[in-house]
């Protein structure tokens, strides 16, 4: 199937096929589809079930690729991490990681994450995925992805418990920030408050 992909095909998607990585390892994208702008593979459940398929797949992402969709593929950290975004995708603008539950359930495997993450990213889709203020944190975007205008942690019911987590996730939201979305987290007034926004995130509309 891979030989038959034209090389100027910019999207792709496989999305709800029951599919791991290792199958879309073997389509060889770098090779067979190197203008490759977008690729989908969400709603796969076992995707992600093993490492070794997860590195190979990152290492056959075309460095083109501006978009990455991997939501509802039971992501962890340490699967995203083995892709080497930071290195095989260094234009990835957008990446869609939502409700992968156990992807930020642990603070060494998201600092870990927030290192791989490439500094182009614009937009980033955490939603349903676990997270507390505490763990997001440890992404560090602000210095990992200072361009990022976009930021959904939306469905995340203990993001910001207290004020001293809200304050600390405020800290480390990038500058340029312009759209934070925290539906569905159950945030308080008080903690809202304690991630002084306006002081971190100047240019939220």
Avoid: W, Y
């Avoid at 990681?97 to 870990?112: E, G, I």
């Amino acid at each position: 199937l891979g030989q038959q992909l034209p090389p100027s095909l910019t999207k792709f998607s496989a999305s709800c096929c029951c599919i791991v990585a290792r199958t879309i390892s073997a389509l060889n994208l770098l090779r067979h589809s190197p203008a490759l702008e977008e690729l989908i593979v969400s709603h796969n459940d076992e995707f992600f079930v093993c490492a070794k398929g997860s590195r190979s797949f990152g290492k056959t992402l075309p460095r083109t690729l501006k978009k990455l969709d991997v939501s509802l593929c039971n992501a962890s950290a340490k699967a995203i991490v083995a892709l080497n975004l930071r290195h095989q995708c260094p234009q990835l603008e957008e990446l869609d990681a939502c409700q992968n539950n156990q992807l930020l359930s642990s603070a060494k495997h998201a600092h870990n994450l927030g290192e791989s993450l490439p500094s182009a990213l614009k937009k980033i889709d955490i939603k349903k995925c676990g997270a507390s203020a505490s763990v997001t944190s440890m992404l560090n975007l602000r210095q990992q992805c200072p361009e990022l205008a976009d930021l959904d942690v939306s469905l995340n019911i203990s993001l910001v418990s207290t004020d001293a987590e809200a304050s600390m996730l405020g800290q480390t939201l990038p500058l340029v920030l312009n759209r934070l979305r925290m539906r569905g987290c159950n945030a308080s007034v008080s903690c809202l408050t304690a991630m002084n926004l306006s002081l971190h995130c100047p240019n939220l509309e």
